[in-house]
């Protein structure tokens, strides 16, 4: 199966999970959500139309207008996730019920998380806010990621006004986490930890972390803005898990140096995993 295949098949799954966090968890405990499929469930509130139609058309009116801000293979995935996830909106219509309030909240969001990671990972956007952003940012120069916050989060006000200040704020905690869930999705689930030292002694250190901890280590010559004197810095990328154990072998050496601690996602080659192809 070729890699254009995987990422359709991908896509199709990505919105079948959002279709069912939308479905089976928010609309049955009245919860809201960004973009247009907040709308769309507004009106279903409000008026009874379904969601289905409703981000199908209006995902469809704004993908008409702004396909130019996408290039040609994101638009197509964009298409393919508008229409497969108004398709499953659809047909998932009823199957949900309501539930204790918190419960649901949780399962939308991850529900909903995994579905927009899994299509943005594809190399699909769900249309929505995106497209507003990227036609806006063509336009005026906004900032993509504010325009899409901004316009999620007027969605998700208006909103209050029909399913009230309570279920407003769990609203909110549902964004919350789908919006960690695609974090994870995107940037990857196995964080690793950077470490930038600082200290006359990293040799002695690097040597100690490639004996001891089977890791290389890669040192850069730098000057202090301050002393104007060069001096090395030493950079290191390990598990989380072996944090503890390079900073009780740094004080060891050199209880004075200066260390900072990063999270990085995704960290692959020589001693760690290989990217799938």
């Known amino acids: ?40 469930m507004t009106l279903f509130y409000v008026l009874d139309w379904s969601p289905g139609y409703t981000n199908f058309v209006m995902n469809g009116i704004l993908l008409a207008i702004g396909y130019k801000v996408l290039n040609k293979r994101v638009t197509w995935y964009t298409l393919l996730a508008i229409f497969f996830t108004s398709v499953f909106l659809h047909f998932t219509e009823d199957m949900g019920r309501s539930l204790d309030i918190m419960l649901g909240t949780v ?20 249309g ?16 993509v ?7 999620d989060i007027l969605v998700v006000l208006g909103s209050a006004f029909v399913i009230g200040i309570e279920n407003t704020m769990y609203t909110g905690i549902s964004i919350y986490i789908s919006t960690k869930i695609l974090d994870y999705l995107i ?29 290389g280590a890669t040192i850069i010559n730098a000057r202090g803005h301050y002393s104007k004197e060069s001096k090395d810095i030493l950079y ?18 050199d209880e004075k140096a200066f260390v900072v601690v990063h999270d990085v996602r995704d960290v692959f080659g020589e001693g760690f995993t290989f990217p799938k192809t």
């Open 145 to 151: 990621s504010t325009t899409m916050f901004v316009f």
């Open 107 to 126: 399962f939308a969001g991850v529900f909903i998380g995994i579905g927009l990671g899994i299509v943005l990972r594809s190399g699909g956007t769900t």
């Open 128 to 143: 929505g806010s995106t497209i507003v952003a990227r036609m806006l940012n063509q336009r005026f120069g906004w900032a």
């Open 187 to 215: 940037d990857g689930f196995d964080t690793r930890k950077a470490v930038t030292i600082i200290s006359p002694y990293t040799e002695s250190i690097a040597e100690r972390v490639s004996a001891e901890m089977d890791r």
């Open 236 to 253: 290191v990328v390990i598990n989380k898990q072996e944090l503890f154990l390079l900073k009780k072998m740094i004080q060891q050496i």
């Open 1 to 40: 199966m070729n890699s254009t295949a995987k990422e359709i098949i991908l896509i199709i799954i990505g919105s079948l999970f959002f279709a069912l966090g939308v479905n089976l968890f928010a609309i049955p405990n009245e919860l809201g959500e960004g973009g247009v499929t907040g709308i769309s």
